[in-house]
Nanobody, 124 residues
Framework: VQLQASGGGLVQAGGSLRLSCTAS????????MGWFRRAPGKERELAAC????????YYADSVKGRFAVSRDNAKNTVYLQMNSLRPEDTAVYYC??????????????????WGQGTQVTVSS
């Protein structure tokens, strides 16, 4: 499956952004989806993930209450709504697809396909 992420940009602290990731090539609803991020000088980390049906979601403690992950299987798209953004949210954000039966995984190596990343910069 091919993943195309978009929606990043420059925003002031306290602002909002909505990331989108559109899939093509295979049946989108067969994949759990995750949003990861990599900040400068730091390792990649999971921000949020969602099951194939969209019923179950998981959030890292650092984004819980501020970010919301959702998906529209009819549009082959997963979203990450980011509110109350902080400078420490600055990172390249990646969407990823996990084909396992159980999930979604919190481990990057469990994901089979990755998007190209979109830059989010939060100014103070």
């Amino acid at each position: 499956v091919q993943l195309q992420a978009s929606g990043g940009g420059l925003v002031q602290a306290g602002g909002s952004l909505r990331l989108s990731c559109t899939a093509s090539g295979r049946t989108f609803s067969n994949y759990n989806m995750g949003w990861f991020r990599r900040a400068p000088g730091k390792e990649r980390e999971l921000a949020a993930c969602i099951t194939k049906s969209g019923v179950y979601t998981y959030y890292a403690d650092s984004v819980k209450g501020r970010f919301a992950v959702s998906r529209d299987n009819a549009k082959n798209t997963v979203y990450l709504q980011m509110n109350s953004l902080r400078p420490e949210d600055t990172a390249v954000y990646y969407c990823a697809a996990d084909s396992r039966t159980v999930g979604p995984s919190r481990i990057a190596s469990d994901y089979d396909y990755w998007g190209q990343g979109t830059q989010v910069t939060v100014s103070s």
